[in-house]
T-cell receptor, first 114, second 114 residues
Framework: GAVVSQHPSRVICKSGTSVKIECRSL??????MFWYRQFPKQSLMLMATSNEGSKATYEQGVEKDKFLINHASLTLSTLTVTSAHPEDSSFYIC??????????FGPGTRLTVT | DAKTTQPTSMDCAEGRAANLPCNHS???????VYWYRQIHSQGPQYIIHGLKNNETNEMASLIITEDRKSSTLILPHATLRDTAVYYCIVRGNAGGTSYGKLTFGQGTILTVHP
């Protein structure tokens, strides 16, 4: 299957700081990328969808000013959690898809806000 | 997107076939059935998908009933590494506003034991 990478795999930050998570499609060009969040013992929740070169579309209840998404190229999307708080601690997972491929997921980033 | 219903958990003996059911009685004509799995603390892994016909790949087989209201994922020879949460997802058809969105339910926790 296709390979999607995320960096970092784990990050610990202090409350009030911002954290950037990178998502890369390594062997295909992703026209669409998705960002999910998963709290312990819960399922994945879609946060936003982004198409290359366009503004992201956020799901209801997700603050677009807090979770900044940039999809500047066909192989890279970034999620920046601004002014992070302990309740933002979660497992963040990106996903990428091209027109010719199914949707593949990255390994996830564990964010802990202290 | 159509909602899916899966059993909360299932057990399977190593080496035996694991049959995971999924109900999607409200599926519409152009919606596909997708299966993903998530091993603990990892991103979801694509398994298989289908529209009407039964499908088979190197990982699993997908059996879809004639009325398309339910399906079964079959892992022919389960191993301990197949222990994971298995998600059955119905995805919107191309061109619709929900195209590309994978909405995860609670899935089935499959435990393969020796």
């Amino acid at each position: 299957g296709a390979v999607v990478s995320q960096h970092p795999s784990r990050v610990i930050c202090k409350s009030g700081t911002s954290v950037k998570i990178e998502c890369r499609s390594l062997d295909f060009q992703a026209t669409t990328m998705f960002w999910y969040r998963q709290f312990p013992k819960q399922s994945l929740m879609l946060m936003a969808t982004s198409n290359e070169g366009s503004k992201a579309t956020y799901e209801q209840g997700v603050e677009k000013d807090k979770f900044l998404i940039n999809h500047a190229s066909l192989t890279l999307s970034t999620l920046t959690v601004t002014s992070a708080h302990p309740e933002d601690s979660s497992f963040y997972i990106c996903s990428a898809r091209s027109r010719a491929r199914e949707q593949y997921f990255g390994p996830g980033t564990r964010l802990t806000v202290t | 997107d159509a909602k899916t219903t899966q059993p909360t958990s299932m057990d399977c003996a190593e080496g035996r076939a694991a049959n995971l059911p999924c109900n999607h009685s409200t599926i519409s004509g152009n919606e596909y059935v997708y299966w993903y799995r998530q091993i603990h603390s990892q991103g979801p892994q694509y398994i298989i998908h289908g529209l009407k016909n039964n499908e088979t790949n190197e990982m699993a087989s997908l059996i879809i009933t004639e009325d398309r209201k339910s399906s079964t994922l079959i892992l022919p020879h389960a191993t301990l590494r197949d222990t994971a949460v298995y998600y059955c997802i119905v995805r919107g058809n191309a061109g619709g506003t929900s195209y590309g969105k994978l909405t995860f339910g609670q899935g089935t926790i499959l435990t393969v034991h020796p």
